[in-house]
């Protein structure tokens, strides 16, 4: 079995951040106004602070994706002929994926409450903000990204008959 070392640590970190961002808020209602900010303080926290699965499916989707992506990495990343049968390409796009499902999420983190739900909420000065899991899953999605690059980079770099040597004599 031939070893990746780093990136595969780093697959399963980012798969570990997903799971841990999972337990965490997702979206909490804010308010500037004291008086309003009291009146959101004395609703259910499940009202104020949502987790992961009343987030949407811009929230839970791309952590799933990201954990099961981050674990078959770390499980098959040193296994040669997973690795030559296109591993870290199907990790690259796999880390796409749960890039652009995150930063949909971002967009539509509103989404979460019903059309008339928003409308009193903006009327009334009441904001959506991001809670800690999704700052969280955000940066597990930007480091599974970054790593898949690298590693698509190292594959290529590995391959025989690729890199600059095999380019100039072409």
């Known amino acids: 079995?031939?070893?990746?070392?780093?990136?595969?640590?780093?697959?399963?970190?980012?798969?570990?951040?997903?799971?841990?961002?999972l337990l965490l808020t997702w979206t909490s209602l804010t308010a500037g106004d004291p008086q309003l900010a009291d009146a959101l303080a004395e609703l259910p926290s499940a009202d104020v602070h949502r987790d992961v699965w009343a987030s949407g499916f811009f929230a839970w989707a791309p952590m799933l994706l990201l954990i099961v992506t981050g674990l078959a990495v770390a499980v098959f990343g040193g296994v040669r002929a997973a690795r030559a049968a296109g591993l870290p390409q199907l990790w690259l796009i796999a880390?796409?994926?749960?890039a652009v499902l995150a930063v949909l999420g971002w967009f539509t983190m509103g989404w979460q409450f019903g059309t008339e739900q928003r409308a009193l909420l903006a009327e009334s000065g009441v904001a959506f903000a991001a809670g800690a899991g999704r700052w969280l899953g955000s940066a597990a999605a930007a480091l599974s990204l970054a790593t898949a690059?690298?590693?698509?980079?190292?594959?290529?770099?590995?391959k025989?008959?690729?890199?600059r040597r095999a380019r100039r004599r072409r």
Do not use: H
């Open 160 to 163: 025989p008959g690729s890199g």
């Open 95 to 98: 880390a796409a994926v749960v």
């Open 1 to 21: 079995m031939r070893t990746v070392g780093g990136r595969r640590w780093c697959a399963f970190a980012a798969a570990v951040l997903g799971a841990v961002s």
């Open 149 to 158: 690059v690298l590693d698509v980079r190292a594959a290529r770099a590995a």
